[in-house]
């Protein structure tokens, strides 16, 4: 046999070894992504039994069979975040907080447009800001607005995410008036506008800003449902506080008016919703069954 035939059939053995190492790679690949999915479906069966840690363990060796099996990380992420306690803060507890963050991160990595990881990271952000000291809630405050905002900019008929938007500006208006009113000797119940110019231009400076941007939100979240009565309930609040920034009595008795006007349409929402629930009619329950 030549030379030539010889090193021709070595080339062919060497193509079909080759070409075989593939096929098996394939087959392979392809019995870890089955055995992937299967991981995830029994994970969301855990789930739905409130089994998270069970959940959990199936979600990682799904991704551990997979690494971009973004569907199995995210409900990894979710299956860490529904264990967290918000305000706990025993070192477990916060460790659901941080591998929930993380594997969120993950997910965004490989879907930077994934709407449920924004959702959740700021989500988690916001509950966190919750629990931490008056100098530290800003900050994580900041964070979720942040995330908010992402998902703003990819799914802009979000109500929830304009209405949080909305409650983070009270929750970083309100206790602030309150002290500057409790400094002034000024009770909560007393009328405004705050008489003090110093500190009313002082407040107008740092939050006035931060609570029209509120009232805007919550309109948007209106906007986009007219029964929205949560958000008009927040509507309520961010207008009747700003109303202590005004310069005369009689501007400050109109933006209450305003504010009353929300409360009233907060409160009839609500009732007619209730009045669509089954066992209700016209908003009462119907006791006679």
Same mark, same amino acid.
């Given at each position: 046999?030549?030379?030539?035939?010889?090193?021709?059939?070595?080339?062919?053995?060497?193509?079909?070894?080759?070409?075989?190492?593939?096929?098996?790679?394939?087959?392979?690949?392809?019995?870890?992504?089955?055995?992937?999915?299967?991981?995830?479906?029994?994970?969301? =069966?855990?789930? &739905?039994?409130?089994?998270?840690? @069970?959940?959990?363990?199936?979600?990682?060796?799904?991704?551990?069979?997979?690494?971009?099996?973004?569907?199995?990380?995210?409900?990894?992420?979710?299956?860490?975040?529904?264990?967290?306690?918000?305000?706990?803060?025993?070192?477990?507890?916060?460790?659901?907080?941080? &591998?929930?963050?993380?594997?969120?991160?993950?997910?965004?990595? *490989?879907?930077?447009? @994934?709407?449920?990881?924004?959702? %959740?990271?700021?989500? =988690?952000?916001?509950?966190?800001? *919750?629990?931490?000291?008056? @100098? *530290? &809630?800003?900050? /994580?405050?900041?964070?979720?607005?942040?995330?908010?905002?992402?998902?703003?900019?990819?799914?802009?008929?979000?109500?929830?995410?304009?209405?949080?938007?909305?409650?983070?500006?009270?929750? &970083?208006?309100?206790?602030? =008036?309150?002290?500057?009113?409790?400094?002034? /000797?000024?009770?909560?119940?007393?009328?405004?506008?705050?008489?003090?110019?110093?500190?009313?231009?002082? =407040?107008?400076? /740092?939050? %006035?800003?931060?609570?029209?941007?509120?009232?805007?939100?919550?309109?948007?979240?209106?906007?986009?449902?007219?029964?929205?009565?949560?958000?008009?309930?927040?509507?309520?609040?961010?207008?009747?506080?700003?109303?202590?920034?005004?310069?005369?009595?009689?501007?400050?008795?109109?933006?209450?008016?305003?504010? @009353?006007?929300?409360?009233? /349409?907060?409160?009839?929402?609500?009732?007619?919703?209730?009045?669509?629930?089954?066992?209700?009619?016209?908003?009462?329950?119907?006791?006679?069954?």
């Amino acid at each position: 046999m030549s030379e030539a035939r010889v090193s021709t059939m070595r080339n062919s053995t060497r193509l079909v070894i080759a070409g075989l190492a593939g096929v098996l790679l394939l087959a392979a690949t392809g019995c870890d992504k089955l055995r992937a999915r299967d991981n995830l479906n029994q994970g969301v =069966l855990a789930y &739905k039994s409130a089994k998270y840690a @069970d959940a959990a363990e199936h979600f990682k060796a799904a991704i551990a069979l997979d690494p971009t099996y973004n569907s199995a990380r995210l409900y990894l992420a979710t299956s860490y975040m529904v264990q967290w306690i918000p305000g706990a803060e025993s070192p477990e507890n916060l460790e659901f907080a941080r &591998k929930a963050h993380e594997e969120f991160m993950k997910v965004l990595e *490989q879907d930077p447009m @994934d709407k449920n990881a924004m959702a %959740s990271l700021a989500f =988690l952000s916001y509950n966190q800001a *919750q629990s931490l000291p008056a @100098d *530290q &809630k800003a900050a /994580k405050y900041d964070e979720a607005s942040e995330w908010y905002h992402k998902l703003l900019a990819i799914d802009p008929a979000n109500k929830e995410a304009y209405y949080t938007l909305g409650v983070i500006a009270y929750a &970083k208006w309100y206790p602030n =008036l309150m002290l500057a009113r409790a400094n002034l /000797k000024m009770r909560p119940e007393d009328p405004g506008p705050i008489k003090d110019k110093k500190v009313k231009e002082e =407040l107008k400076a /740092k939050y %006035s800003g931060i609570v029209d941007e509120g009232i805007g939100n919550l309109q948007k979240a209106i906007d986009i449902d007219k029964e929205y009565d949560d958000a008009m309930a927040y509507m309520n609040l961010l207008v009747r506080e700003r109303a202590d920034l005004l310069d005369s009595a009689s501007d400050y008795k109109q933006q209450i008016e305003v504010a @009353d006007n929300w409360l009233q /349409k907060a409160l009839d929402t609500k009732k007619i919703k209730a009045s669509r629930q089954p066992g209700n009619a016209g908003g009462i329950v119907n006791d006679s069954k």
